[in-house]
T-cell receptor, first 116, second 114 residues
Framework: ETGVTQTPRHLVMGMTNKKSLKCEQH?????MYWYKQSAKKPLELMFVYSLEERVENNSVPSRFSPECPNSSHLFLHLHTLQPEDSALYLC???????????????FGNGTRLTVT | GQQVMQIPQYQHVQEGEDFTTYCNSSTTLSNIQWYKQRPGGHPVFLIQLVKSGEVKKQKRLTFQFGEAKKNSSLHITATQTTDVGTYFC??????????????FGKGTKLSVIP
């Protein structure tokens, strides 16, 4: 049990579909992150939320839309994705954002996304 | 921007042999973190190094942070099959305008032959 729960674990969607990934953390952390993990590439930071405010957006295409309704929940809304978006999407949380403090990241199990 | 290079990309060892992965940053780091990801799993935090020249041990794992705070290594003594997985370093460096960024290396995938 990681303390960070992601659903669904697996998702297959067509390029015209709209879906959402959900993340919930039970650790009392105040920062949440979305990372993309593709084969043979480093972990790519997509979005950072600190105290429910988006503090970082690393030039991610607009077909990915994050939402953080409170400090325990994070969503990633997906629409009109491309096959190259197929990857493992990891949610993480920490006590304090990347720009503050030294708190490590606690990752969820990830959502394996396949875009057909 | 900040880049973190990690070598080797893959390492196959016989059970009982030692293993080392190296991490090099293009810029001076404020700290470095190490994570392990088992096959089919997610990255799990192992340790964080902050001080120049710091050495930390966790049972058979030894972590070092270079004097210049630009490189780090993870050494595993007498590998076991439970050590299988991908080991990532992640360096935190100053990215300007009062903010820091955490940059992951590509990871070293360790296979242990029983």
């Amino acid at each position: 049990e990681t303390g960070v729960t992601q659903t669904p674990r697996h998702l297959v969607m067509g390029m015209t579909n709209k879906k959402s990934l959900k993340c919930e953390q039970h650790l009392g952390h105040n920062a949440m992150y979305w990372y993309k993990q593709s084969a043979k590439k480093p972990l790519e930071l997509m979005f950072v939320y600190s105290l429910e405010e988006r503090v970082e957006n690393n030039s991610v295409p607009s077909r990915f839309s994050p939402e953080c309704p409170n400090s325990s929940h994070l969503f990633l809304h997906l629409h009109t994705l491309q096959p190259e978006d197929s990857a493992l999407y990891l949610c993480a949380s920490s006590q304090g954002g990347v720009g503050t403090g030294l708190s490590p990241l606690h990752f969820g199990n990830g959502t394996r996304l396949t875009v057909t | 921007g900040q880049q973190v290079m990690q070598i080797p990309q893959y390492q196959h060892v016989q059970e009982g042999e030692d293993f080392t992965t190296y991490c090099n940053s293009s810029t001076t780091l404020s700290n470095i973190q190490w994570y392990k990801q088992r096959p089919g799993g997610h990255p799990v935090f192992l340790i964080q190094l902050v001080k120049s020249g710091e050495v930390k041990k966790q049972k058979r794992l030894t972590f070092q942070f270079g004097e210049a705070k630009k490189n780090s290594s993870l050494h595993i003594t007498a590998t076991q099959t439970t050590d299988v997985g991908t080991y990532f370093c992640a360096g935190k460096g100053y990215s300007g305008a009062g903010s820091y960024q955490l940059t992951f290396g590509k990871g070293t995938k360790l296979s242990v032959i029983p």
